[in-house]
């Protein structure tokens, strides 16, 4: 089931998310839920405040990447209570949207190395260290689950210039060919 994406401004993208455990309801259905929300809306990666559930857990896909990086081919992953305990190497740009965040795509700055704890779907615990793309599309998902958009980290005026787009997002004012959920008034 495809399901519809909160919007910048909904409140739900801003909300502290909990930690979940096996016994979490219809887990293994929310799961495939969002990875076919994520495909039907074009993206690489989707988290779960995006979805409207305050919970830690987002999914990736990069598998689009394998055709350049041979080594992302299958990178279909489930992320479930992650935390980043290390980042390092040098910061660098690179065009990030959202799905949250329709029409709008900015440069934006982040070290180039994590090492994030997690567990898969079976709840096994996982440590991984990446860096480069991969490592990019984990620190924005991430970042979702710190109520953390990718517009916050950009420079002041990139900020301003943008101001009255995000507004009209907010308001629904918008072309977008996937459902969403926007704030109420
Ligand atoms: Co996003």
Same mark, same amino acid.
Request: charged letters at 30%; a negative charge; glycine letters at 6%.
């Given at each position: 089931m495809i399901l519809p994406i909160t919007a910048y401004g909904h409140p739900t993208l801003r909300r502290e998310t909990e930690e979940i455990d096996e016994n979490y309801p219809n887990l293994n259905e929310l799961i495939e839920n969002m990875f076919q929300t994520m495909y039907h809306s074009d993206g690489v990666g989707l988290a779960a405040p995006q979805v409207n559930l305050s919970i830690r857990l987002f999914v990736m896909d990069a598998s689009p990447l394998g055709d350049e990086m041979e080594e992302f081919k299958d990178f279909k992953k489930v992320f479930i209570n992650p935390y980043i305990t290390e980042t390092s190497g040098n910061e660098w740009s690179f065009n990030e949207g959202c799905l949250s965040i329709p029409g709008i795509r900015e440069d934006v700055k982040r070290p180039d190395k994590i090492?994030?704890? /997690?567990?898969?779907?079976?709840? +096994?615990?996982?440590?991984?260290?990446?860096?480069?793309? =991969? @490592?990019?599309?984990?620190?924005?998902? /991430?970042?979702?689950? +710190?109520?953390?958009?990718?517009?916050?980290?950009? =420079? =002041?005026? !990139?900020?301003?210039?943008? !101001?009255?787009?995000? @507004?009209?997002?907010?308001?629904?004012?918008?072309?977008?060919?996937?459902?969403?959920?926007? =704030?109420?008034?």
């Amino acid at each position: 089931m495809i399901l519809p994406i909160t919007a910048y401004g909904h409140p739900t993208l801003r909300r502290e998310t909990e930690e979940i455990d096996e016994n979490y309801p219809n887990l293994n259905e929310l799961i495939e839920n969002m990875f076919q929300t994520m495909y039907h809306s074009d993206g690489v990666g989707l988290a779960a405040p995006q979805v409207n559930l305050s919970i830690r857990l987002f999914v990736m896909d990069a598998s689009p990447l394998g055709d350049e990086m041979e080594e992302f081919k299958d990178f279909k992953k489930v992320f479930i209570n992650p935390y980043i305990t290390e980042t390092s190497g040098n910061e660098w740009s690179f065009n990030e949207g959202c799905l949250s965040i329709p029409g709008i795509r900015e440069d934006v700055k982040r070290p180039d190395k994590i090492v994030m704890e /997690y567990y898969d779907e079976n709840f +096994e615990f996982h440590e991984i260290t990446l860096e480069g793309i =991969p @490592a990019r599309i984990i620190q924005h998902e /991430y970042d979702h689950l +710190e109520g953390i958009l990718f517009t916050d980290l950009l =420079p =002041p005026i !990139k900020k301003r210039l943008i !101001k009255s787009k995000l @507004a009209n997002i907010s308001k629904g004012k918008i072309n977008v060919d996937y459902r969403m959920i926007f =704030p109420k008034k």
